[in-house]
Structures are given as structure tokens and as C-alpha cells.
């Protein structure tokens, strides 16, 4: 099978997301459907990965590529400065990997300043000025998380999903609780947005990735707005 030679992956919370370089991105549920989702392919050039699983799961991603290919890959690691962005926490390792390569993808793509959404197990928002620099963040459930934390800690059963999620108030619980999620990621959002407006008196490019992208775009009024699926598969090539 051809390919471009630079394998890329993804390790977030939940599953692994990879591609070549050049093509669309896949999903594997874990590391043994992706050795069989690759199967015989030829060796790659390089492996380029994004984890924030911890020390642990690089060691079994590195044994799984020496055994594979014989191959040593290349982690993402956060620095202070790099591809025109600029951290400002503490120590720069304490920022996740994942939120680092969207920065740096999501600056280049919005040439100005941005507003970085990625939404899947929880929902990060980052704030980049005209200058690179990193504003800050915020870190909150995703959607599905959301949902089922006050599921956990409340009395209140759902009835199977039927119909689609929206922000619009519900008129049964089913529907408040999962629009409820909803309405409650795009108001943080939207108020990570007007934040930017008032302190940098500027428009921010909102850049929306991550598995709930679609919706959330579906559901913001807010320009300019891109979508980008694969955000930190795209900061690989800038910060591996």
C-alpha cells in the first residue's frame, strides 16, 4: 500500500486517531484495532504522535512500533516558544500536548488571532492574540461528559435519545438535560469570545475542531468561523 511516509497519531482520552500525511484521518478504539486497521503496510519514514496518555502508554506505543517497524516515533513536546506561538504558563509541560498542536495549526490557519475549541471528552477552549501569544484557557466536560455527570449525581433517568440536539430550551427532561449540555459549552464559547472582543478589541477567528465541531458550528453565531476536524494531527508537521 502507498502512502506519503509520515504517519500520524493522535492518542486523545478516548481513542486514537491517525492518518497519513495527506489523507483523511482514521479512528481506532485502541492500539490493537489500529495494528490491525495498518496491517502489512510498508514501514513509514517517520511516526509522528500526540499523546496525553502519560509515560506509560508512550512506552507500549514505541515497544508496539519497534516490534511493527523497527522504528522509533517522534512525541510532540510543548515549548515555550515555537511555530510564532508563545506559552505563558509557569512550566510549559504542564500545557497538554493536544491543546499545544491546535494552537499551533489553528494560528498558522488563522494568520491573526483565535479562539481554539476542541471538543470531544472535554472541551478545551485557548485564547491566541494577534501576536502569538497564549491568553489562556479554559478546560471543560465535552458534551457527553457533561451529560452523564449529572446523570450521576442526580435522580434523573433518560428515556432512549430520540431527535436532534439543539440549544433550544427542552419541554421534556430528556431534552433539557442533553440541550442543557449543549447550551452550556455554547455559552462558555460564546463568552470566551466576547472576552477576547472586549480585552484585544479585535474579532478572533473562532476555529472549531474535535468530534462535536459540527454541532457546535450548527449552533454558533459567531464569524469568522472555520472548521478544522483534525486540528492536532494538522500541528504535528509544526511542533514533532
Known amino acids: 500500500m502507498s502512502h506519503s511516509g509520515i504517519l500520524e497519531i493522535d492518542a486523545g482520552n478516548s ?3 491517525w492518518r497519513w500525511r495527506g489523507a483523511a ?3 481506532a478504539a485502541n492500539l490493537s484495532r489500529l495494528d490491525a486497521d495498518l496491517g502489512d ?3 513509514p519514514e517517520q511516526v509522528l504522535i500526540c499523546s496525553v496518555r502519560g509515560a506509560e502508554f508512550e512506552a507500549e506505543l514505541s515497544a508496539w512500533l519497534a ?3 523497527n522504528l522509533r516515533p517522534r512525541f510532540a513536546r510543548v515549548r515555550r516558544e515555537c511555530g510564532g506561538v508563545r506559552i505563558q504558563y509557569p512550566d510549559p509541560v504542564d500545557l497538554g500536548a493536544d491543546r499545544w498542536l491546535a494552537m499551533l495549526a489553528g494560528y498558522r490557519r488563522a494568520r491573526g488571532g483565535c479562539l481554539i475549541v476542541d471538543s470531544g471528552t472535554a472541551l478545551t477552549i ?3 492574540n494577534a501576536d502569538g501569544l497564549h491568553l489562556g484557557g479554559y478546560i471543560l466536560p465535552g458534551l457527553r461528559v457533561a451529560q452523564s455527570g449529572l446523570l450521576q449525581n442526580t435522580g434523573i433517568v433518560l428515556p432512549p435519545e430520540s431527535g436532534s440536539v439543539s440549544s433550544a430550551p427542552g419541554n421534556d427532561t430528556g431534552v433539557a438535560v442533553r440541550n442543557g449540555a449543549l447550551f452550556m459549552l ?3 464559547i460564546q463568552a470566551a469570545a466576547r472576552r477576547m472582543a472586549e480585552e484585544n478589541r479585535t474579532d478572533a477567528t473562532l476555529i472549531l475542531s ?3 465541531a459540527p454541532l ?3 449552533e454558533l453565531e459567531l464569524e469568522p468561523m472555520l472548521l478544522v476536524p483534525e486540528l492536532v494531527l494538522d500541528g504535528l508537521a509544526l511542533g514533532a
Open 216 to 218: 457546535l458550528r450548527r
Open 41 to 43: 503496510t510498508a514501514s
Open 15 to 17: 481513542s486514537l486517531k
Open 67 to 69: 516490534r511493527k517497524w
Open 25 to 27: 484521518a482514521a479512528s
Open 186 to 188: 455554547c455559552s462558555a
Open 126 to 128: 485557548d485564547m491566541l
Open 210 to 212: 474535535g468530534g462535536d
